[in-house]
């Protein structure tokens, strides 16, 4: 991504002496105030993520009729079906769900719709199996809050749905036992932006009470943790305390096939972030729905068979070799269709035998390859499936809503989102789409910026102890991304391509300190930098912990990006050490850091 624009957070030198002095770290302190949070009173708020901070799950509109629904069907003996989600958190949301009230003694069956036979949501074929099967109640998790419908063809039925979700609301709501979704315009739940995984693990609570709450987190948290994540919500709020507890049940989870996949994943020795969970758990059990095998996931997080685990977790991770092969052909004709179409607001493309599975994640990275909006359309029969991602924040959902005449439906989020449309709609979509982005934006060119929490005028801030500091901070995450700091003026003494050639190794030399800068997905060619240039840096600083680092190591922080991806931004021109820049020219600046989402998009 090239960042064409930084944004300098404002100085505040008095706010972070305050925050000092209440005991905050210089750079947590400098990250806090460059955030908002610059009175120690806000930042104490912030940093506490206790169980304390978790609201009444009774706030939320109807939450006291899905309770009371569900608490019936049990004790009548009911049978329940929880009806999901193929992506991650629709996954972690079912299984969440059916080994609760399984625990509580409920008959339930758990449903994943497959996705390339069904597609998103509640469907009418799924309702009436499940009908066949002895059902009375659906609890939707994850999905639902469009499906009217579809609710409608359950109540003809003799079915009763409880529809739980965290997605936007249209106009008009299923009708339903109970609809609980905190986007509602009618929810007063303060915090608006929980998963699908933690709504549903509002309504366990709910269903538990208070006095079971610490153990109902201690066994659940786990499951939310990696939903929460893996949909890219903003770790602020309630998901900020289910993350951090979640992390922390998930290094003494209980559950087989989960063990098993942090074996088979390489996490079992390591420390456990949310970054870990994005860029290395999540994507395997998101490949099983990508694949058409959601099932597998599910079976994973509900089997008790340690064995059954560990075949379950090595199917997954071939799964997920197999995504990212298909991925990369299908990105490399995306790729050459973009380049024939220099002209455009949106990228909108279609074509055939694509795999639905993978299209979504494509479209994140055409989105940031080509700075707009991506749409990507699956092709069968006349009929598209269309995965959308967002670009400089552009919401998505306001655009599908007016282009929602030519579709045939359409939901999501405002960053991600999918959508269905005849073939023959296509031209007309990608036109008015293009109009739409145009409008938003006055004609000009959507612009990616850095958000840099702060100038280092002192060096000296980059110890083990400063960077250590940071750790207040986590989990870092949408919402609350890995801090970026910048250096004006550094030295380039070195660069080397390490990696096989994929990554650049630079040693940068300021104030007189030297220290090691990793600049990801950049060749020397790519980022235009040499020994003896003066580049401005923008970075995250991080502990060197590979091959000996860490600790022991008197050469205590590296300068790393949170995620990969990230060009230079900015003029391609440089100065020499020592000299000054050649009239008409400028200090380069070199960015090896940036922001991106979780590659386990929504949709």
């Not at 949501?121 to 939707?140: C, D, M, P």
């Amino acid at each position: 991504m090239k960042y064409k624009q930084w944004n300098r957070a404002a100085s505040a030198p008095q706010a972070r002496a305050a925050m000092e002095a209440a005991g905050v770290p210089p750079l947590a302190a400098l990250t806090l105030c460059a955030r908002g949070l610059d009175t120690p009173e806000k930042a104490s708020a912030f940093l506490d993520a206790g169980r304390g901070q978790l609201l009444d799950p009774f706030l939320m509109k109807d939450m006291d009729r899905a309770a009371a629904r569900v608490r019936r069907a049990l004790a009548a003996g009911e049978h329940i079906a929880v009806y999901g989600d193929y992506d991650v958190d629709g996954i972690t949301s079912t299984c969440l769900l059916t080994d609760f009230l399984r625990r509580e003694g409920g008959t339930v069956i758990p449903y994943i719709p497959d996705r390339m036979e069904e597609g998103y949501g509640l469907n009418r074929e799924a309702v009436a199996a499940l009908r066949g099967q002895g059902v009375g109640l659906i609890v939707t998790v994850d999905c639902g809050i469009t499906a009217v419908e579809e609710a409608a063809c359950a109540a003809s039925l003799g079915v009763e749905l409880v529809i739980t979700d965290h997605h936007e609301c249209k106009a008009a709501l299923p009708a339903a036992a109970a609809v609980v979704d905190p986007r509602r315009a009618d929810c007063p739940y303060p915090f608006k932006c929980l998963a699908g995984v933690g709504v549903a693990l509002k309504l366990v609570l709910a269903l538990g009470g208070p006095a079971r709450q610490d153990e109902l987190l201690e066994r659940y948290a786990d499951l939310a943790a990696i939903g929460t994540v893996a949909d890219v919500m903003s770790l602020t709020g309630e998901n900020r305390t289910i993350v951090r507890l979640g992390l922390e049940a998930l290094r003494r989870t209980g559950r087989p096939g989960l063990r098993a996949l942090l074996h088979e994943a390489g996490l079992d020795e390591r420390p456990l972030t949310a970054t870990a969970i994005g860029y290395t758990l999540a994507p395997r059990i998101n490949a099983s729905g990508r694949m058409g095998c959601a099932s597998l996931a599910g079976e994973l997080l509900l089997t008790d068979d340690p064995a059954r685990g560990e075949e379950l977790s090595r199917a997954l991770c071939d799964l997920n070799r197999e995504r990212q092969a298909i991925e990369a052909e299908i990105y490399t004709e995306c790729q050459a269709m973009a380049e024939a179409r220099p002209q455009r607001h949106a990228l909108v493309l279609a074509g055939e035998q694509w795999h639905q599975g993978v299209v979504g994640i494509v479209a994140s990275r055409l989105a940031e390859k080509y700075s707009c909006p991506a749409f990507m359309i699956c092709l069968q029969d006349g009929k598209g499936k269309g995965s959308c991602r967002s670009f400089a924040g552009f919401n998505l959902f306001a655009a599908l809503e007016r282009c929602a005449p030519l579709l045939e439906g359409f939901g999501g989020h405002a960053l991600a989102a999918g959508f269905t449309i005849r073939e023959e709609n296509i031209p007309a979509f990608a036109a008015a789409m293009n109009d739409y982005v145009c409008a938003c934006t006055g004609g000009e060119e959507m612009v990616s910026a850095l958000d840099i929490d702060g100038e280092l005028d002192d060096v000296g801030l980059l110890t083990l102890e400063g960077v250590e500091g940071l750790e207040l901070l986590e989990p870092y995450g949408a919402g609350n991304p890995k801090p970026v700091f910048s250096l004006s003026g550094c030295l380039v003494s070195a660069v080397n391509e390490v990696g096989g050639g994929r990554h650049l190794k630079l040693k940068l030399t300021a104030s007189g300190r030297s220290f090691d800068a990793i600049f990801f997905s950049a060749t020397a060619e790519e980022a235009g930098v040499g020994p003896g240039d003066r580049v401005d840096v923008a970075f995250t600083p991080q502990i060197n912990e590979y091959r000996g680092g860490g600790a022991s190591s008197s050469s205590s922080a590296i300068c790393a990006p949170p995620s990969p991806g990230p060009r230079p931004s900015g003029p391609c021109t440089r100065s020499s050490a020592g000299g000054s820049p050649s009239p008409g020219r400028r200090r380069r600046p070199c960015c090896p850091a940036g922001r991106s989402s979780s590659p386990c998009g929504a949709t």
